[in-house]
């Protein structure tokens, strides 16, 4: 079975600056997906970003990125130039690539709460 | 193009009670999941639905059953309810596709007393 492991309980950061989050996991797998989730106080899980395992380049969307260490199982997520509205909860998730036997089944880790200090 | 809607919103029962949530996909999506979240911890998924048919499940007791539609929403039913079961319960939707994000929508609160 698939696990993840978010090792930072609590992370903060001043407005502006550069944060990155850790995530490792562990999976016999070669092909599958990896993903950050962002939880607000309001719950919502909103998808930041997702990285595709054969890929080798690291996935970025505006201020987010990755760095995607396959060898390693590292899967980390820089925010640059953070905001007050970055402030979460931030989920890394896996899915496997076995989509016959495991569908869009995401295996999610304890999160990371994000601080951004004015 | 409304997202992944979800209700109730919040709700309370009593030990031994049973409850009903539901939850529409995004529009264009026919693969609905759900996930319970207990609090301070990352979703659990419990199980997902395909062309009405329940497709993959975790590891979570029969108590635990699930639904979905012709129009592809759906229902989780938990019976019997533990204290334990409160949480916060999220329906995620897809395409059944291998290259499918999964979008959630914002949860139903339940509370068990």
């Known amino acids: 079975a698939q696990t993840v492991t978010q090792s930072q309980p609590e992370m903060s950061v001043q407005e502006a600056e550069t944060v990155t989050l850790s995530c490792t996991y562990d999976?016999?797998?070669?092909?599958?997906?990896l993903f950050w989730y962002k939880q607000p106080p309001s719950r919502q899980m909103i998808l930041v970003i997702r990285?595709?395992?054969?890929?080798?380049q690291n996935a970025t969307e505006n201020r987010f990125s990755v760095n995607f260490q396959k060898a390693a199982k590292s899967f980390s997520l820089k925010i640059s130039d953070s905001q007050l509205g970055d402030a979460a909860m931030y989920f890394c998730?896996?899915?496997?690539?076995?989509?016959?036997?495991?569908?869009?089944?995401?295996?999610f880790g304890e999160g990371t709460q994000l601080t951004v200090n004015p | 193009d409304a997202g992944v809607t979800q209700s109730p919103t919040h709700l309370i029962k009593t030990r031994g009670q049973q409850v009903t949530l539901r939850c529409s996909p995004k529009?264009?999506?026919?693969?609905v999941s759900w996930y319970q979240q207990a609090l301070g911890q990352g979703p659990q998924f419990i199980f997902q639905?395909?062309?009405?048919?329940?497709?993959q499940r975790g590891n979570f007791p029969d108590r635990f059953s699930g639904h979905q539609f012709p129009n592809y929403s759906s229902e989780l039913n938990v019976n019997a309810l533990l204290l334990g079961d409160s949480a916060l319960y999220l329906c995620?939707?897809?395409?059944?596709?291998?290259?499918?994000?999964?979008?959630f929508g914002p949860g139903t609160r339940l509370l068990v007393l």
């Open positions: 639905y395909y062309e009405e048919e329940e497709r």
């Open positions: 999976t016999s797998e070669s092909d599958y997906y």
């Open positions: 995620a939707s897809s395409l059944d596709t291998n290259q499918e994000t999964q979008y």
């Open positions: 529009s264009g999506h026919d693969t």
């Open positions: 990285q595709e395992a054969y890929k080798q």
């Open positions: 998730a896996y899915r496997s690539g076995v989509w016959e036997t495991s569908g869009s089944r995401l295996t």
